[in-house]
């Protein structure tokens, strides 16, 4: 089989291809850098919160900061702009993966609607 090493060289050969593609044809490139991945799927955060009313903590900004590092040094080598992932759904200290208005992820790496939403607010400013 395939070693996770290899996988991930296919893949970043595969994203520089994209991206070479598009730079040539004259393309706007934004690139989205990593979102937050919490550790359980969300549905056992809600279970555990103790009150539904306040943000849900999930994932330190450190260990979020430290997941992604190896994804930031690559994505910071291609041209085009960046969107922060972790900026919209992390302050200083910690990621959430929910608030007062509801959940910010579907499972334990994909925006929900609300989430989505969040991270095209934050864009925006």
């Known amino acids: 089989g395939t070693s996770d090493s290899e ?3 296919l893949y970043w050969q ?8 598009l730079s040539v044809a004259g393309k706007r ?3 989205l850098e ?3 991945e919490i550790r359980k799927h969300i549905n056992k955060y ?3 919160a103790a009150a ?3 943000h849900l903590p999930t994932i330190s900004r450190t260990a979020h900061d430290e997941i992604t590092a190896e994804v930031m040094a690559r994505l910071a080598t291609y041209p085009g702009a960046r969107l922060g992932g972790g900026k919209a759904l992390c302050d200083d200290t910690t990621c959430y993966g929910a608030g007062p208005e ?5 499972d334990n790496n994909h925006p929900s ?5 969040k991270l095209v607010e934050r864009w925006l400013e």
Do not use: H, N
């Open 7 to 9: 996988k991930r060289a």
């Open 14 to 21: 595969g994203f520089s291809e994209i991206v070479r593609r």
């Open 29 to 31: 490139i934004v690139i």
């Open 34 to 36: 990593p979102v937050p």
């Open 46 to 48: 809600i279970l555990l």
């Open 52 to 54: 539904a009313d306040d």
């Open 102 to 106: 509801g959940s910010y992820y579907f």
């Open 113 to 117: 609607v609300l989430g989505a939403a």
